[in-house]
């Protein structure tokens, strides 16, 4: 048996987390959006951020569609899995202020791209 046959077996057998197929994957996404957008109104208010509604609405958006092109159904059920567990930490209040306040750091500041503007930043 070649390595190429193998890997193809392994990659054959590989079980599913949640999924049974994308559009059992697809579903479970969306339902986590849809319980992430009922709840931003209460998180916008328990955490008292210096965000509108609207603004957290755009953010969750934007979080998901950065997501958008992962096509394999395991993939897709871990950051479901993961996001699961955020909500459930926001909404029990497990976090602080500045752990919600991280999710808009990367939007509004960019990551420099050349040697010196990563050198004054102090970044590796």
Request: hydrophobic letters at 35%; proline letters at 4%.
């Amino acid at each position: 048996m070649s390595g190429r046959e193998a890997v193809k077996r392994a990659v054959q057998q590989v079980r599913p987390i949640l999924s049974v197929d994308r559009d059992e994957a697809r579903r479970r996404a969306l339902n986590l959006y849809k319980a992430w957008y009922r709840q931003i109104p209460y998180i916008v208010n328990d955490y008292d951020i210096p965000m509108s509604v609207e603004q957290c609405r755009e953010k969750l958006r934007e979080e998901f569609v950065k997501h958008r092109n992962v096509t394999d159904v395991r993939v897709i059920d871990m950051l479901v899995i993961k996001g699961q567990m955020e909500l459930k930490e926001t909404i029990e209040i497990w976090k602080q202020k500045g752990h919600i306040m991280r999710y808009w750091k990367e939007s509004q500041d960019p990551k420099p791209t050349d040697f010196l503007s990563k050198f004054i930043q102090g970044v590796n």
